[in-house]
């Protein structure tokens, strides 16, 4: 009798244990605040990219479209967010898109504007990191890619991956900016109609991070020869071609 209530205690202190453990795993893995907190913070990003900075994606749209030539073809668009820069040049060119970013809440904000915007037969989603882009040597003829390199934890094989999958004849416009000084006042004038705080950049971030690094250095490292970097009142972009 004593052995059988020993025995039995013994399987209940086995169970409970194993059940806290693996409570506790799933709670781990789950992280139901943090997910609630990242999709309202896509959220909030998605509404001011798809309204007051519209203007300044259009800006960058029609500046790739001119600079590039490229009006037809595959387009990848790196870091794409939401889909903001690729749905832009969308508007103003024949080309395919490829939405790639790391972010699975970003990109399914992606394919809803897709959808949108009538691009089910032009645009798809791909959840990727720029270190490792799982498409094929010279799969892609653009590649775009607003404000997402200062992220990079290693720019040189971010760069070196973007030109292995540029075709033959390729191209890529890739950097960060804010638009132009008149795109920037106009948007901080619709701001602050809408009663938005202003436009804030938070220290050792993004275009900071950016404008700190050499990528001449970093191009020249990439092994990338046919290359140019060009800083402006509009930011900072490297062009690339094949």
């Known amino acids: 009798m004593k052995r059988n209530l020993r025995g039995l205690i013994v399987c209940v202190s086995i169970f409970l244990t194993v059940f806290v453990l693996n409570g506790a795993f799933a709670a781990e893995k789950t992280g139901p605040v943090k997910g609630t907190a990242g999709k309202a913070g896509v959220s909030r990003y998605d509404e001011t990219a798809r309204g007051v900075n519209a203007?300044?994606?259009?800006?960058?749209?029609?500046?790739?479209?001119?600079a590039t030539g490229m009006t037809k073809g595959v387009c990848l668009d790196v870091g794409s967010g939401g889909g903001y820069l690729g749905l832009s040049l969308a508007k103003i060119t024949n080309l395919d898109f490829i939405f790639l970013d790391i972010s699975?809440?970003?990109?399914?904000?992606?394919?809803?504007?897709?959808?949108?915007?009538?691009?089910?037969?032009?645009?798809?989603?791909?959840?990727?990191d720029v270190h490792s882009?799982?498409?094929?040597?010279?799969?892609?003829?653009?590649?775009?890619?607003?404000?997402?390199?200062?992220?990079?934890?290693?720019?040189?094989?971010?760069?070196?991956?973007?030109?292995?999958?540029?075709?033959?004849?390729?191209?890529?416009y890739v950097g960060g900016g804010r638009g132009t000084p008149e795109i920037?006042?106009?948007?901080a004038a619709r701001r602050k109609e809408l009663g938005l705080n202003p436009q804030s950049r938070p220290k050792g971030s993004g275009p900071v991070k950016m404008a700190q690094r050499n990528?001449?250095?970093?191009?020249?490292?990439?092994?990338?020869?046919?290359?140019?970097?060009?800083?402006?009142?509009?930011?900072?972009w490297i062009q690339m071609w094949k």
Not at 148 to 171: H, Q
């Open 55 to 66: 203007p300044m994606y259009d800006y960058y749209a029609q500046r790739i479209k001119e």
């Open 104 to 128: 699975a809440d970003a990109l399914e904000r992606a394919k809803l504007h897709i959808v949108e915007d009538g691009l089910q037969n032009r645009a798809r989603t791909l959840l990727a």
């Open 133 to 172: 882009i799982p498409l094929d040597d010279g799969s892609v003829d653009l590649v775009i890619s607003r404000g997402s390199i200062p992220f990079w934890k290693d720019p040189a094989l971010g760069l070196r991956e973007i030109y292995r999958v540029l075709a033959p004849g390729g191209k890529a």
């Open 184 to 187: 920037q006042a106009q948007i």
């Open 215 to 236: 990528y001449d250095e970093i191009l020249k490292k990439a092994g990338i020869k046919k290359y140019s970097v060009n800083t402006g009142d509009d930011g900072m």
